[in-house]
């Protein structure tokens, strides 16, 4: 299901910017250097949705040279230059929930991408699922904030009302929110099953 959800955000994602023509970005942008990281942040965080998803499929975790092959390729060709543009681009907002947001979750899938990797290093694969796993969380906020931003709109029609120049405005003041939201919501989401998981794994232990 992750799967089929990430490969439709990707397209949506993505789509505006596959003849690369400035005048079809979605984001303002001052120039073409703004222009053309944006793109990359967009075309590699596509790529770490993607195979990101793949990673916790059964099927492929049970292909060890195919996993520990698309790990990598999520890592370097993914999460590392995805999360290295967002920097910028977010810096770029003009925004300061964006900035500090975007930004924190960039450093976050950095750290929690270097962690996974180690543990894996180490064949430490319960360290390295769980620290997958929370950087996923932090990759899959490009979906997660866009499902966010509506319900936020949702919520406030009661009080402002519906009409669309108003409802606009506040759809764009809201997207920081969103984005910041995004991220914490996975990760609270994700922390919540490692817990489980690991609760469920002590008692077994004690049982057995």
Not at 100 to 107: F, N, Q, S
Not at 129 to 143: E, I, S
Request: aromatic fraction near 8%; glycine fraction near 8%.
């Amino acid at each position: 299901m992750i799967f089929i959800v990430a490969v439709i955000a990707t397209s949506v994602l993505v789509y505006p910017y596959l003849g690369l023509d400035i005048d079809d970005s979605r984001l303002d942008v001052r120039d073409s250097l703004h222009y053309y990281v944006l793109v990359g942040h967009i075309g590699t965080a596509a790529v770490a949705l993607v195979l990101g998803s793949l990673q916790f499929m059964p099927t492929m975790r049970a292909r060890r040279r195919v996993h520990r092959t698309l790990g990598r390729v999520y890592l370097l060709a993914g999460v590392l230059p995805s999360a290295g543009a967002t920097i910028p681009v977010a810096l770029w907002s003009g925004r300061l929930m964006t900035q500090i947001g975007l930004t924190t979750a960039a450093v976050l899938r950095l750290i929690t991408g270097g962690l996974a990797y180690r543990a894996a290093r180490r064949r430490d694969f319960d360290s390295h699922r769980n620290w997958m796993m929370r950087n996923y969380a932090l990759t899959f906020l490009a979906v997660t904030a866009r499902v966010i931003v509506p319900l936020l709109l949702l919520v406030q029609i009661p009080f402002r009302g519906a009409d669309p120049g108003s409802m606009g405005e506040l759809a764009t003041s809201m997207i920081p929110i969103g984005q910041t939201l995004g991220w914490i919501v996975n990760l609270a989401v994700v922390e919540t099953i490692i817990r489980r998981r690991l609760s469920q794994a002590r008692r077994m232990g004690r049982l057995s």
